[in-house]
């Protein structure tokens, strides 16, 4: 009797044991189930919730953008923004748009100033005219500094005034690069050893920065 009940309680324990290994996959399969689900639906819950908790303001700027769309067409006015834009348009769809004919027979020379803040966009707009001013042996001035670069979030391309006299061209554009070639050939570079706006500290601190960050960027290279 003994021996009969130590194997019925042994029987007991295997199938016991048994039952908890099954049990302890079935846990298992149903949290990698949980974790499937999570991962294929989490990021559009996250976004629905993102899209309900602004839902209101994305609502107002398109009644906005809605309104300013009618006043823009019913006054026939464009925004700032936008004119660069349609003229590099217009530029792409005519060979010598008209207001560049109108602009040309206007103005001889050119002054570009705080050029280090201009967008890339606004330079390509205002090459034909600079081209045609030099074609014409009229003289053009572009100043600027590269360190008092400040309007990147704004597109301002600093390295485009290091390019000068050349054009800042990333793109290898082949209309772009003829033109560079001709103002390289025209015009040259002159660097002003005098700061009248801020005291030496200050001068000289602002070089000894841009020197060793220079020195650090061609050391990480």
């Known amino acids: 009797m003994k021996q009969m009940a130590e194997e019925s309680s042994s029987a007991y324990y295997e199938c016991a044991r048994v039952n908890a290994v099954l049990k302890g996959r079935k846990i298992v399969s149903i949290i990698n189930e949980i ?20 839902f209101f303001n994305m609502a107002l700027l398109q009644y906005m953008a809605a309104s300013l769309d009618e006043i823009k067409k019913s006054e026939q006015i464009i925004r700032i923004s936008e004119f660069n834009t349609l003229i590099s348009t ?15 027979n206007k103005f001889k020379h050119y002054l570009l100033d705080e050029f280090q803040d201009t967008s890339h966009l606004q330079w390509l707009n205002l090459v034909p005219l600079i081209h045609e001013s030099i074609s014409k042996g009229h003289l053009n ?14 597109n301002g391309i600093a390295e485009q ?8 061209n990333p793109d290898n554009n082949a ?3 003829e033109k560079s070639n001709y103002f390289r050939g025209a015009g040259n570079i002159q660097e002003l050893d005098n700061n009248w706006r801020s005291s030496p500290t200050i001068v000289g601190f602002n070089n000894q920065f841009f020197d060793s960050f220079k020195k650090a960027i061609v050391e990480t290279d």
Do not use: M, W
Not at 90 to 104: C, K, M, V
Not at 144 to 154: A, E, H, N, V
């Open 90 to 104: 217009l530029i792409q769809e005519e060979n010598a748009p008209f207001i560049y004919e109108r602009l040309g």
């Open 175 to 177: 209309k772009i690069t």
């Open 141 to 154: 001035l572009i100043v600027g500094d590269p360190k008092q670069s400040i309007y990147r979030f704004k």
């Open 161 to 168: 005034f290091i390019e000068l006299p050349g054009i800042y």
């Open 35 to 54: 974790e499937v689900f999570h991962n294929d639906n989490c990021q559009q819950y996250e976004a629905t919730n993102l899209f309900l908790k602004n």
